[in-house]
C-alpha cells in the first residue's frame, strides 16, 4: 500500500547519485539516473524532480517550484506521492519512508538477462589487465586488424574450402576435445576481457567477470552497465569489443595455420569461427543483438518487441490501442518495426521446429539408454553419445522448466484479474 505524505515532508534521496544525458532515438530528451550500479532511463520532468528533491526542501517546496518550471505539467500532491512510492521507494532511492515490498520496481536499462549468476573476476583484478590493453581500441590499431583478419579469413577459406564438412566435428581424438574445449573456455575469457577494455579506452569502469545461464546456455559477461553513459557509436564499439578480441587471437591461429598446418588447428579456427557468427545473432540477447539495439537507440528492446507484439494483435482483433512507439524518431520507428517482425517470425520459426523435433528427441533418447543400459550382449554404445544426449536432454529440460516457472504466474495474475473483471 502506497504511504501518504503531507505537503511538509522532506524526502531524502540516497547518495551518490548521478544524472546523465542518454543518447537515444526518443522524440523527447532522455536521460540516465545512476545509483549503486543501477541505471535508470527518466525524461526531463523527472530530472527536475530529482534536482527539487536533492536540495532537501518540503513537497509543498517542491510542488511550488515545479510548477514554476514545468509550465505545461501541473505537479499535485498526489501526483508527487505516486512518484515518491511508484519510483523513488520501490526502487530504494530514498533514505526515508518505508518501501511497499508489493509494489513492482522501476524497469532498469540492463546489458544482459542471466539466472544463477556468479562472480568469477573481480573487476580490481581485470582492471590492470583492460587498462593496458585498452589501446589495442586506438584506430590506427584497431582497423589494420580487422583488414589483416579479413584477408587471412579469405585465404584460409580459399585453401580449405573442400574440407569443411560436418565430419570435422568428429574429428578429432578424446584428448584433442578436451584441449580444444580448454581453448574454448580461454576465448570465452578472452572475449570478456575485449568489452572490459572497450570500456576503459572509452573512459567508463567496467565490473566483474561471472558466469550465467540465458536461456538453456552456460555464459561468460561482463558487467558493463555504465556504458549505457556513452553515446550510441561509443556503445557498438563495446558491444563489438569481445568480438574484436577474438580476431585477434583468430589471426594468430590462421598465421600458424598456414605456416604449420594441422587438423587440430583447422578444427579450432572453425569453432571459432563459428563462436563469432553465433554472437552476431541479434534475435536472442548476444552481442548482435546489443549492437542493434544501440543502433536503434533503443533500450530494452526485446519488451519493445513484446509490446509491438501485443499492438499487431490488437489490430488484427481490431481492438481500441495506440501506436507506444510514437516517440521514437520516425526512421528509427520503421526499422525497429522491421527487426521487430522478424523477431516474431523467427521465434515463431523456432517454437514450431522446438515442439516438432522434441518428441522425437525424447523417443531416441529413451531408446539410446535402454540399449545401453539394458542390452548388454549388443554393441555397446559410444560414451561420448551418450554423454553428449544426456546433456542436451537435460538442457531442454531445463529450458522448459525455466519458460513454465515465468509463464504459469502470469498466466495465474491474468486469469485472477479476469474474474475480478467478472465479478464487478
Known sequence: MNQSFSLDFIPILVENVEINPFDSSSKADQFLLISEGRVFNISENVVCLIELISLKISLSEIIQRYNKNIQFAKMTLVNLNEFLNTFLLSNNLLQNGKKDSTHPQEEKLRRGDLTFKFEILKKETIFPISNKLKILFNSKIRYPFYILYILLTLVFFSLSYSQINLSFITSLSASEYFYAYLFMIATMFVHEIGHASASRYLGVEHDDIGMGIYKIFFVLYTDVTYCWKLDRKDRILVNIGGMYFQTIFLIVLQILYLFTPSNFLFVLILWEQLSLVTSLNPFIKLDGYWIISDSLGIPNLSKKVYKFSQYIRSKIFLEESENPFLDIKQKQRYLFYIYSSLTIIVLFLALFYFLKLTPDFYSSYFYLIKDTFFQIDTVSTPTKSIFSETVTF???????????????????????????EITQ
Open 394 to 420: 537435460l538442457l531442454i529440460n531445463f529450458f522448459i522448466f525455466m519458460n513454465l516457472r515465468s509463464l504459469i504466474p502470469k498466466l495465474i495474475l491474468k486469469i485472477k484479474k479476469q474474474k475480478q
